[in-house]
């Protein structure tokens, strides 16, 4: 049973996703005109976009009336989440047509919009983690003013090891164990090895879901076993639970905690992978969609890169509130059955730009404490 909370401090104070929400940042879409499909990036969002991909395709541009309509929607969820007395942080304004390098590779900067990737709040400390896609490594730079605000009141902060991500960096084995063929996605790699180097540390902040005292982390391959080790290490007083792979990396489109004791779940398939308690607790499971995906024809080739199941990534403000897509409305219906108050929030392009409402934001600051919501 969750216990009463004091006022959340100034500073850097989230272990929850569900408990009242006092300061988040939303990321931003500025210049988001293309993807750079090199190699990790082919890998990264490989179950989605490699029936669209031929080989070679670089830079994949994005129509600017698909932008200004992202950039629309992203205001408007800053706007909805103002409305409800929640702080609304934002990344600095994003460069156009920034380029990113080391001496291994380079790459085209993506804009910080799915601000929940590369960072994950843990309490008091902030932990930048280590990311998947090379033209990702500096997006946290946007972020630093925040980070360093908050360290000046008082939060750790904490950075995973840097990843090198040359050639040859990544694992494909949850790829290898379903039977997934992904020799595609590297054939045209023109980053160099780091010798002696192999497999590193890479993780994405999404890829955990956080209860309190205790927090759930998915690990498909050994750069993810890496960072768990990390992260065991340096959170010794954290209650940690690794997800056999449950996906190839983040996993909040799959197991979504609504409060103790209710979690919206993509299918019965996924309880079998949690953690014992918490397979009791009650699942929503969300409904069929009767809004068709957007046709694109008009605006040629167009990448989907998020899950089709993108609208379960909803963002709770509190116990008892949730933002969800408006353009869902089964699962609007279905959570106010629940006796949720649900912030519907335009989300037009949820497929193009790899994330939902809870991927665009980094909640920083949560009332709830390190509870046990998974006691026996």
């Known amino acids: 049973m969750t216990q009463p909370q004091l006022a959340a401090p100034a500073g850097v104070h989230s272990f929850d996703d569900f408990t009242p929400l006092c300061e988040v940042v939303v990321g931003r879409a500025d210049h988001y005109t293309a993807h750079d499909a090199d190699p990790t990036w082919r890998l990264f969002y490989f179950e989605n976009v490699a029936p669209h991909l031929g080989a070679g395709q670089r830079q994949l541009s994005i129509p600017q009336q698909i932008v200004d309509e992202l950039n629309e929607d992203v205001t408007g969820f800053a706007d909805a989440l103002a409305g409800c007395g929640v702080r609304v942080l934002r990344p600095s304004a994003p460069g156009k047509d920034v ?6 590779w380079s790459s085209s900067a993506t804009p910080p919009l799915n601000v929940r990737d590369n960072t994950v709040i843990l309490g008091e400390t902030i932990v930048e983690t280590a990311p998947h896609i090379r033209g990702r490594v500096f997006e946290n730079d946007h972020l630093k003013a925040h980070f360093t605000r908050y ?77 768990y080790r990390w992260l065991v290490r340096n959170f010794p007083d954290l209650r940690w639970h690794r997800l056999p792979g449950i996906a190839d990396n983040h996993v909040d489109s799959i197991v979504v905690p609504l409060r103790p004791g209710l979690m919206l779940l993509r299918s019965p398939h996924y309880r079998q992978f949690l953690p014992a308690p918490m397979r009791g607790w009650e699942a929503i499971y969300p409904p069929p969609s009767s809004v068709p995906e957007q ?35 089964e699962l609007i219906a279905l959570l106010e059955q629940r006796g949720f108050t649900v912030v519907p929030v335009r989300h037009r392009h949820r497929r193009l730009f790899g994330g939902g409402h809870h991927c665009f934001t980094l909640d920083t600051v949560r009332d709830g404490g390190p509870e046990d919501y998974l006691a026996a």
Do not use: K
């Open 295 to 329: 046709d694109y024809d008009e605006f040629g080739f167009v990448i989907p890169t998020a899950s089709r199941y993108i609208d379960i990534n909803v963002l709770s403000i509190d116990e008892n509130t949730v933002v969800v897509n408006s353009l869902y409305p």
């Open 151 to 227: 360290f000046e009141q008082g939060a750790n902060w904490l950075s995973m090891p840097r990843p090198a991500l040359a050639a040859g960096s990544l694992d494909t084995a949850y790829f290898d164990r379903e039977g997934i063929d992904v020799t595609a996605a590297t054939a045209d790699e023109t980053a160099v090895p780091i010798d002696g180097l192999g497999l590193e540390m890479v993780f994405d902040g999404a890829q955990c879901v956080r209860l309190g005292r205790d927090v759930l982390v998915n690990v498909s391959n050994h750069n993810h076993e890496l960072a």
């Open 99 to 104: 380029q990113v390098s080391s001496p291994w």
